[in-house]
């Protein structure tokens, strides 16, 4: 087909489209402190992090909510859509190219028919090409921006399931310890239902005043009245618990004996460098590849101000007969050229270059902030976590020592030297310790999950990092996205 000649010419239209207006990108330099208040070795952590608990119960909660979450699998979505748009910002940087019939057949009136056959047949089979040109950068720089989308949204989706794990992990820890809190209640029941029958007996007898037999029922009212609010409690967080894993309703199925939270092995996690760290969290990098698109969309304005060159070619076969419809003497064809050059818009292309800035300075921000915040929510992670191990051992002495104490003051009452009040203090002071020790317990944990969540999760390698910005339009040698100025 003759038409074929325009392919060439349409090739070596595409090799001289090398032009771009997009500023170029420059790492930007942010005062990063050179460690973290406490510092470790770096190294990886593993993408199942969670499973470093050591609680198999556990790792089944968060492989269920990684299948059936259903905020994930709406970020899974936007990814989805994220691709497909890119998708179509790529395909513009090809030729288009579709095939056209057609057949007719067409009743003349007899005095406009002279000399032509009545009715008239027709047949025509064309391709056609269409091209703009892009000399100046506007379809590559939009197709950039589009991958740089995907790939924020991709880290977006990262950052759901990151947050959606940590959130099963303490909400799973909370879940125990209310376990205990409701198995330290409903002990403590059953001490004071018995110290209250012992009370009412020694009453009877004469033994003891009423006001020792009225403070007994009292603590025994005190305990009755609790227990129901940790079997509420633990009600609600079992139900926020199977939500989060993507069920309707059910049981958390696990020990019931409020022990389960002392098997929980707690981790060391490798801390290392800022400026390694912060660039892994999936927060800091969607912002940067936003950055990215944000700056290839600057370009794509600009260009607005050269003309479009596209480049049109149609050829094929028009015959009044089908039987010879596909010969060389039917064939036609057509190579065109346009030039489109906005001559009068009062301001427009100005006001979009202008948009296209404001939404980079405020991605520019938006990014500077994401690194800001990743800093301080290690240094509040760590801080967490050391404070929260202190705190759990403090609670750890005070239960064994006011344990003694009930123990003590229970022996000095039954020989008589002290008052039954001296005994339900300590048995009041036992039972708050031991609550606070159990939620001590639970916020130890889940300051290691949040040290996990704020390095990031699961570390991306250097490599990792490279391929994606290979990806998204970047230079091979680049570890990381940059920004420039205007």
């Known amino acids: 087909m003759k038409s074929l000649r325009v392919v060439p010419a349409l090739v070596c239209a595409g090799l001289f489209s090398a032009c771009s207006f997009a500023p170029k990108y420059h790492q930007p330099e942010l005062p990063m402190p050179k460690e973290f208040s406490v510092t470790a070795t770096d190294s990886t952590i593993s993408d199942t992090w969670w499973t470093s608990f050591n609680d198999a119960t556990l790792n089944a909660l968060v492989d269920e909510a990684l299948k059936n979450n259903q905020d994930l699998a709406a970020a899974a979505a936007r990814v989805e859509q994220a691709r497909a748009i890119a998708g179509v910002a790529k395909s513009a940087l090809y030729p288009e ?10 009743q003349l009136p007899d005095n406009t028919a002279v000399g032509r056959d009545n009715p008239a047949n027709f047949f025509s089979l064309l391709g056609n090409i269409s091209y703009e040109l892009d000399f100046w950068g506007k379809l590559r720089n939009a ?55 012992l009370q009412r007996l020694r009453y009877e007898a004469g033994s ?13 009212a005190a305990s009755e009245a609790a227990v129901p609010v940790f079997e509420r409690n633990q009600r609600q967080t079992e139900n926020a618990l199977t939500v989060l894993v993507g069920r309707i309703g059910g049981r958390i199925e696990r020990g019931q004996d409020g022990t389960a939270i002392d098997s929980i092995a707690a981790p060391e996690i490798p801390v290392g460098v800022p400026s390694t760290l912060i660039a892994r969290r999936p927060d800091v990098l969607g912002a940067e590849y936003a950055l990215i698109g944000a700056n290839a969309n600057i370009g794509t304005a600009r260009a607005n101000y050269l003309p479009s060159i596209g480049l049109t070619a149609f050829g094929g076969w028009e015959s009044t007969d089908l039987s010879q419809l596909i010969t060389k003497q039917t064939d036609v064809w057509q190579i065109s050229g346009n030039v489109l050059q906005n001559i009068f818009a009062p301001g427009r292309v100005q006001r979009q270059v202008d948009l296209s800035w404001g939404i980079y300075r405020e991605t520019l921000a938006n990014y500077i902030s994401a690194v800001q915040n990743g800093f301080a929510d290690v240094e509040n992670a760590l801080v967490a976590r050391r404070t ?24 000095r009452y039954d020989a008589g030297e002290s008052s039954y009040i001296e005994v339900l203090d300590a048995q ?26 704020a390095l990031g999760g699961g570390f991306q390698t250097d490599e990792m990092i490279k ?19 205007r």
């Open 97 to 106: 190219v579709f095939v056209t019939g057609n057949g007719s057949r067409t």
């Open 143 to 197: 197709n950039k921006a589009a991958r740089n989308q995907m790939l924020s949204t991709e880290e977006g989706r990262r950052n759901v399931e990151l947050s959606m794990i940590s959130t099963v992990m303490t909400t799973y820890f909370d879940l125990l310890a209310i376990d205990r809190q409701l198995a330290v209640s409903r002990s403590t029941l059953d001490s004071r239902k018995e110290s209250a029958r």
């Open 208 to 220: 003891i005043s009423q006001l020792d037999l009225s403070q007994a029922e009292a603590e025994l």
């Open 388 to 411: 929260n191990v202190l705190i759990r051992e403090a609670e750890d002495r005070e239960v064994a020592s006011r344990d003694t104490a009930r123990r003590l003051a229970q022996i």
């Open 428 to 453: 009041r002071q036992l039972f708050q310790a031991q609550l606070l020790q159990s939620q001590a317990r639970s916020n130890e944990l889940g300051a290691f999950v949040q040290l996990y969540q």
């Open 467 to 485: 391929q994606r910005n290979r990806i998204a339009g970047e230079a091979p040698e680049a570890t990381r996205p940059g920004t420039q100025e």
